[in-house]
Structure formats: C-alpha cells, structure tokens
C-alpha cells in the first residue's frame, strides 16, 4: 500500500530472456512507489506459469524470447487475461514493431535504447490504462493519419504480417527450415510457405538472398552472432 496514495501498488511482471536486463528492469521498478515486481520470466511457458502464480496487472515483454515472441505472447495474454495490461520493451526496430504490438493488445512500446525516465513514462502511462507512445512514433503514426493512411516512406519489411517477420527473423539468428518449424511449433510445409511470402514481398529471387538479407538484417539491428550459411 502506497502511503502517499494509500493504493495498493501495481504487480508487474518482467519477461526477457537476458537475467541482468530483468534484474535491471526489476531495480528501476523498485524504486516506483506505484508499482511492485511480482515476478520474472524469462519466456513464453515461463511467463504462462508465472501469471497464473503471481496475479501481474502489467507485463512488461520484450520481442524476442528463448522459446518464442513476445507479440504472439502478448496476443495470448490479451485472449485469456484481457485485463491484463502489457508494455512492450525491446531494442527492435520502433519503427517496424511498435504500430505491431499495439496491434497484438499491448497498451505501449518502449525502446531499450531510450532513456530510463522513457521506461518510467511508459510504464507509468500503462499503468494508467493509457497508451503510451515515443514522440517520434506518435508524430509517424500521426502524420499516416493526417495524408489519409499513406505513407510512401514504408519499407518494403512493413508490410510483412507478424509471422513472417517472425520467420524472417529466425532466418536471419541462423536457423533451418526444420528448426524454425520446432521452435514455432508450426509444420515445415509451413514455414516453406511464409518464406515464399517473405520472397515475393521482399523481391527476393531465391533462398540464398532471403538468407543474405535476413542476416543482414539482423546484425545490423542487433550485433547478434549468426552461423547461417550465406553463401
């Protein structure tokens, strides 16, 4: 119970699959008086379990998870605990995920690149129940709406559904046909079909490009090490 509100502060529950990043999130939340860390997690079944031990009124989710994706995660709690509220946190391409999560049900999204008190305005917004945007992002979505919901500038990876993103994705961290299948629990056939999707989106002429480009890609917004063979 706050003593300057006398409101019992808000659960909130920390997902991402990097310890010293919740334990960071978990420090700067402390330090809030409207809010309490509940509990962490550190992916999709974890997150799942942990929801149903310890009650969380937020979940902050990062995007990319050991044993999924924090889009198709937040979809999932928005299904089964509507009442839920989640702010999404990521170091992923604002500009490409965030229209994305408030689409999958979250109330906000946060770069990790930004600025604690950009954590602490979002995560306060959310707690409100009220969207939470950064001003760059809120004048792009503004400025769609304002030329009628055009916007010549869109990269040819926006018009990309969530799944194929996804997909497009776990290309470019390295992994096969066959390990993208298990880690999606999806069939082979499938994903076969989602990178015919990506090709054609993207004009790409074969499986080497879509390779090429999804490695790329993922380096350049992440520095993460790849072993897919590009060659």
Known sequence: ????????????????????????????????PEVVVCGEAAGVAETLEQIGNCHPDIVVVDISLADGNGLELTKEIKSTWPDIKVLVSSMHDEALFAERALRAGALGYVSKSDNVDAFIAALRRVCQG???????????????????GSEPSRSPLETLSDRELE??????????TKQIAGHLDISRKTVETYREH????????????????AVQWVLERSGTEVTAEVS
């Open 1 to 32: 119970m706050s003593a300057k509100t006398g409101v019992a502060p808000a659960n909130v529950l920390i997902v991402d699959d990097h310890a010293f990043l919740r334990r960071g999130l978990a420090q700067i939340i402390e330090d809030l």
């Open 130 to 148: 009220q969207v939470y945007l950064s001003p760059r992002m809120t004048n792009r979505l503004l400025t769609r709406v304002v030329a009628g």
């Open 167 to 176: 997909v497009f994705e776990l290309i470019g961290r390295g992994m096969s």
């Open 198 to 213: 990506i090709k054609s989106k993207l004009n790409l002429r074969n499986g080497t490009e879509l390779t090429r480009h």
